[in-house]
């Protein structure tokens, strides 16, 4: 097997054993540690230092360190994470949480450089183009990777599926799930939610196991970037140099398209964490039990992961102002259907739907937005996408913030709302666009983007 490929495979690998463990554990975190908002805090949290890690960092470590040794330490604070969940209070899980979202930035970006010199490397090597191994080799990646929401979620339901204990949920407590939500810790007035502790301790053990095989994998097969590769690790870290790149995210809101992009991007975070935070809460674990919180994320999982790829493809010969109505359409219709459902367990089938329509869309807005960022920032790549994950992360912590102080008919007015306004400013950025080249179409043109697409999904 050829070298570079090798070391492609193992940060795949490595990357699916980690997000295997911490996919699961987040789609859990709201209704496992329900108490005080404990599990939505943390999350809250965790986005938050993420925003901190993504503008100090990843520079500074991946320059003191190296690639490798950035990607074995970063996994290290998701392992610390993963821990944390074993005495879950808020004295193990906010400190750990901050960790892991310092460790976010750095593990992406370290990637993001190892991927992008191995690809260098081989191309030289080979006579070929630079950028068509590169993105041969992030195709590698996210195909094996965006498997990791399948196993971590299917992990967490076979588990919980073997409590000995089924109890019958009433329909007066079936009365406080949906979204005229009682406001209560729907885990222990249901009877559904809560498994036996030893069911728990052995899921966070094998989570906990996983993100260990991760780091020996890094550690052991990874290979060391050469000293003729160093110049080029170098040239990635220092051009353009951290401080500049600092200002000039925030600089970059001068362009009035990256102001009226706000409302798009933020919106991709209360859509991610709606689903994650209160849809498994207040409906699945509610009505159903929370054994049933990862089958149902792996159906969101898997249609994102298809429909990413199907998008991907057909945007150049559809546009992406349709792709975006598609979407609009498909979660303003979940949106209205969410308000009026009241969940049932006889209903079954519906509680795999609504995850299926909200992966259509995620899979819209993920894909389009970065293609969107591509476009109309080519020439600031660097400052558009971080100001991408500052937007998107902050979006995150919003909706995981307000997620234990608001009903959630509430809080679906508001990703409504949210998501009318951002319609209406991106508009206006497809009409400046529009009028300031009438004759280019821009919808047509590509960029591969998907690295920084994953970023904000940590």
């Known amino acids: 097997m050829e070298k570079n490929l090798k070391n492609v495979l193992v940060i795949s690998f490595g990357f699916l ?3 295997t463990a911490y996919g699961g554990l987040q789609s859990l975190q709201s209704s496992l540690h329900s108490e005080e908002g404990l599990g939505v805090a943390s999350l809250s949290v965790l986005y938050a230092a993420l925003i901190l890690s993504s503008m100090f960092l990843p520079p500074v470590l991946i320059k003191k360190l190296g690639c490798k040794w950035t990607i074995a330490g970063s996994m290290c604070c998701y392992i610390a994470f993963s821990l944390g969940n074993f005495y879950a209070s808020w004295y193990t899980l906010i400190p750990t949480s901050v960790i892991l979202g310092l460790g976010g930035a750095p593990l992406w970006s370290a990637k993001c450089t190892y991927l992008t010199i191995a690809g260098n490397s081989y191309a030289e090597k080979a006579g070929k183009n630079g950028k068509d191994i590169i993105n041969q080799y992030f195709g590698v990646f996210f195909l094996i990777f965006q498997s990791s ?6 992990i967490s339901s076979l588990i919980f599926s073997q409590a000995s204990t ?4 009433s329909e007066e407590n079936l009365a406080c799930c949906g979204a005229y939500d009682c406001m209560i810790d729907t885990t222990n007035t249901t009877g559904s939610g809560e498994p036996p502790n030893s069911l728990i301790y052995t899921l966070l053990g094998i989570y906990t196991a996983s993100g260990v095989l991760a780091v020996l ?12 590769q ?8 220092e051009k353009p140099s951290f401080w500049s790149t600092f200002l000039a995210t925030f600089q970059h809101l001068k362009d009035k398209r990256q102001c009226l992009l706000i409302p798009l991007t933020m919106y991709s975070g209360f859509e991610q964490g709606f689903l994650s935070g209160d849809y498994t809460k207040t409906y699945v674990t509610c009505a159903l039990g929370i054994h049933y919180v990862g089958y149902v994320m792996i159906c969101f999982s898997a249609v994102n992961s298809l429909c990413s790829l199907f998008f991907g493809k057909i945007s150049q010969y559809t546009g992406r102002k349709l792709l975006f109505a598609l979407a609009t359409v498909t979660n303003t219709a979940c949106i209205i259907a969410l308000l009026l459902w009241k969940p049932h367990p006889k209903q079954l089938a519906v509680f795999f739907i609504f995850p299926a329509l909200w992966g259509l869309s995620d899979a819209v807005w993920q894909t389009q937005t970065n293609g969107l960022y591509g476009v109309l920032f080519e020439k600031h790549k660097e ?14 912590v919003i909706a995981f913030g307000y997620s234990t102080k608001l009903q959630v008919y509430i809080k679906l007015y508001i990703l409504l709302s949210v998501l009318v306004l951002s319609m209406v400013t991106y508009g206006a950025v497809e009409y400046i666009e529009a009028k300031s080249s009438p004759g280019t179409p821009t919808a047509t043109k590509k960029e591969k983007v998907a690295p920084v697409t994953q970023e904000t999904h940590m």
Do not use: H, P
Request: aromatic content about 14%; overall charge negative.
């Open 17 to 19: 054993l980690l997000f």
């Open 149 to 154: 929401g399948i196993w971590g979620n299917l």
């Open 166 to 169: 089924k109890v019958e949920i």
């Open 217 to 228: 994998l890094i550690v052991i097969f990874l290979d060391q970037i050469k000293s003729d």
């Open 230 to 237: 160093a110049e080029t690790e170098k040239e990635i870290l």
């Open 383 to 396: 400052a558009a996408f971080a100001n991408y994950r500052l937007w998107e992360s902050l979006g995150f």
